[in-house]
């Protein structure tokens, strides 16, 4: 229900425009609105402390300083409301702003094409939530090498996976690794607090030697239940740096009993170093033993098609930027259907990762993506959840398929 309190400003160098704000938005039911026709103006009703608005209804394009400069002294001022774009600049152009200002951290509600309608206006207020609820939340710890090491040496990493499934029928065909750290003190501590720490200061080939240890072992007592699923595993271009990589990956295999086939080694594009000879020798090594290959994250990184082009991948993981929200949104339909096409002519499995809800799976289902991966399906869980999870999805996949 939508709070007819809030305080909201309406940024826009058009008088006009302005008044057909206040009266749409008065008709609504909202009447604490300010306006100003300038920045400027507007900074000043931020800095007080009994008129700063909780919501602004900020115009792209005005003379002198523009929405964009706008948003950056919003930051300045540690700004913690929301705002609305109402704009007559084109999509392209709005959607690049709204990434800029939620890149800032600002909490962006939408975007509205002039001329507005109460009811596109409505609904994007209607979003809106109190300004404590946008404060930013505290920094995250930060862990230092020798935490990470210790953690290591006391078996505290541990592996969840996060289900794959073919989109044409909702079978389980996969697993990913994703590491875990269970922190005595702080409980489960996510890869993005502690990867950067590993590549740092030495110790990610430790660290994947772990994960990829408890992978394997996994595989076969799942294959030992009649489960089998492909498992895969991230590596990281540290990794790739001696030959040694190779049997210690080879090893595994022979010792655990699990076929290289069902093992599946994610390298994400964007990491991939200038200098390939030795990581383009252990990858196609590793290939020749007939483990299968990825490209994770494609799309974002700078050398994408070279990569394609040397190193022998088995498949390709669509990144989630361009999957998300990729059904209303004409330029992210484009890159989806371009790495997809590009994926089905080079002969490679097409996996599209952040299918994050309905939408988003009836989009990769109906592109002819052959893979999807995200919250929609499942969040990564421990191995033990599993098997319960796959009988539990067998009996709801069907309204999907």
Not at 18 to 40: F, I, N, P, W
Not at 329 to 355: H, I, T
Request: hydrophobic share 45%; glycine share 6%.
């Amino acid at each position: 229900m939508s709070d007819f309190t809030i305080k909201i400003l309406a940024l826009d160098d058009e008088p006009f425009m302005l008044k057909l704000l206040v009266h749409m938005l008065a008709d609504l039911g909202y009447t604490s609105v300010s306006t100003c026709v300038s920045g400027h103006a507007a900074l000043n009703l931020i800095g007080s402390a009994n008129d700063s608005p909780e919501l602004i209804l900020l115009d792209i394009n005005m003379p002198e300083m523009d929405g964009l400069e706008f948003v950056r002294h919003l930051v300045a001022r540690n700004y913690i409301g929301s705002i609305i774009l109402v704009s007559g600049e084109d999509e392209r152009m709005q959607q690049a702003a709204v990434k800029l200002a939620r890149a800032h951290k600002i909490s962006v509600l939408g975007h509205l094409h002039k001329p507005v309608t109460p009811e596109g206006l409505a609904e994007l207020i209607g979003k809106w939530t109190a300004p404590s609820q946008n404060q930013p939340k505290a920094d995250r710890k930060v862990y230092g090498a020798d935490e990470l090491r210790a953690a290591i040496a006391n078996g505290e990493l541990v592996n969840y996976y996060q289900p794959k499934v073919v989109t044409s029928t909702g079978r389980v065909m996969g697993v990913e690794t994703l590491v875990r750290w269970w922190h005595p003190q702080d409980g489960i501590v996510f890869p993005d607090q502690f990867i950067n720490v590993a590549e740092t200061h030495g110790l990610i080939d430790d660290l994947t030697r772990v994960v990829l240890t408890a992978a394997f072992a996994q595989s076969k007592l799942w294959q030992e239940s009649g489960l089998m699923l492909q498992v895969s595993v991230n590596l990281s271009m540290d990794n790739l740096a001696s030959m040694d990589f190779v049997d210690f990956v080879v090893g595994l295999a022979a010792s655990s009993g699990v076929q290289p086939q069902m093992m599946l080694l994610e390298v994400t594009e964007s990491q991939l170093m200038e200098d390939l000879r030795t990581p383009l020798e252990i990858l196609t090594r590793l290939r020749l033993k007939r483990f299968r290959l990825s490209i994770d994250d494609f799309g974002i990184g700078n050398s994408s098609l070279a990569q394609l082009r040397d190193i022998p991948f088995d498949e390709l993981k669509i990144d989630k930027s361009f999957v998300h929200g990729a059904c209303s949104n004409e330029k992210l339909w484009a890159m989806f259907d371009s790495c997809l096409n590009l994926a089905k002519q080079l002969g490679l499995e097409a996996v599209a990762e952040g299918v994050e809800n309905q939408a988003d799976w009836d989009f990769v289902r109906n592109r002819g993506c052959d893979i999807a991966q995200g919250y929609f399906i499942a969040k990564p869980m421990p191995a033990a959840d599993l098997p319960a999870w796959i009988q539990s999805w067998q009996t709801t996949c069907s309204r999907y398929t």
